[in-house]
């Protein structure tokens, strides 16, 4: 069987390596990959945005499973144009995929279907937002509607910042924006919850906590993500069951009403309040680096998985777990998220040896000449099982020193709300 897997992060080389333990697999190719995947498929240089390039190679390389992982082409309907040409794809149609491409289509299923969330107001130009936001108790959230790339939220203390938020958002900072939404501050934890589903069974795909910001103690700007674990320290079987029955199945119902068919991961952001969980936002992708942390602990094929949900029969699939604790820690270019080069070679990566238990997948990695360098802001990530997050974070602190990457920075204290 031949696989291709469209991105090029740490995500897609956790999916790549696990699919690569099948013996079903002869050939995987990456779109267009790391220098991390590169060892074990190949790698081919298409732009992601360019479905006919992408089709025509899947058709003329007979390729007999497509797997997505980022975002912008899911919401982009990548899905649907492969699939009119009889490609078997993993991953949500462009209708499905609104889940993350529109906040506000979100917001409209969770009203009609009573799923909690933050209470919200839906505003379509300045003169009606600033008139709310006036007059409204703070904090509160405003965010642009559409995929903003993590960006496009702004948690305002008070009118000022409201006013700089709709300004910006209103001006285009996010792209053209015909409305904007004011959401209630909501106080508690934060969690990240998965499912796959192939929109008749939902299957639990674990749980984790991401750390965002990019400096120890969760200050600084805003990241793709930091380093994670899994599990949440939040998740019980009680939380487990109303996440479900309140949040994911009404929303995979009410998808069905609309006549929408959801086939793949779904990562519900969940605030925990007093042990009640609300929805923040959807995406309709793993997470990253979540995937990254959780598809180790994975004790079933990942390709049987993938290919009973694109038939709709992952009620037929058992997935098993190990039952270990996961921590991942993401090493990044100096400067990150602001500024920093690119082309910076890391010397001695293929040397690293690791143990059972102990992962290295490739981010922002390229290879030239059989040499890896930095290609990206988030490079690398280490990641270790173990009985315990404090013995799993010390053998990634060990991984890493071999690494000796100068132009490298990590967080030391990912995971310090499970460990400290
Ligand atoms: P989003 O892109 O919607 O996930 O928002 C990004 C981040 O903003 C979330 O991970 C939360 O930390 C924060 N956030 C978003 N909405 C709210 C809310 N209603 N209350 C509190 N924090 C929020
Ligand atoms: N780690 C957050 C995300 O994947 O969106």
Redesign the pocket.
Known sequence: MKVGIIGSGGREHAICFALNKSEKIKQIYCFPGNAGTSKIAENISIDIEDFNRLKNFIISNKIDLVIVGPEKPLVNGIVDFLEEHNINVFGPNKSASQLEGS?IFTKNLCEKYQIPT?KFGIFKDTKGALHFTNKANYPL?I?ADGLAS?K??Y?CENKNDSKIAIKEIFNGKFGIAHNLLV?????GE?MSYFIITDGKTIKKFGTAQDH?RVLEGDLGKNTGGMGAYSPSRLINDELDEKIITRIVEPTIRGLKELGIKYKGFLYV?L?IIKGDPYL??YNVRMGDPECQTILPKLDSSLLNIFLACCEGKLDQCTIKWLDKKSLCIVVCSKGYPNTFKKKLLIENIEDIKLNADEYLYHAGTTRINNKVFSSGGRVLNFVCLSKDFLEARKKIFNLINKLSWNDGFYRKDIGYKVID
Do not use: C, H, P, T
């Not at 959401?183 to 106080?187: G, I, S």
């Open positions: 906040k933050a959230v965010k993590g496009g939220v948690i959401e209630e501050f909501l106080v934060e965002k952001g605030m923040i936002e």
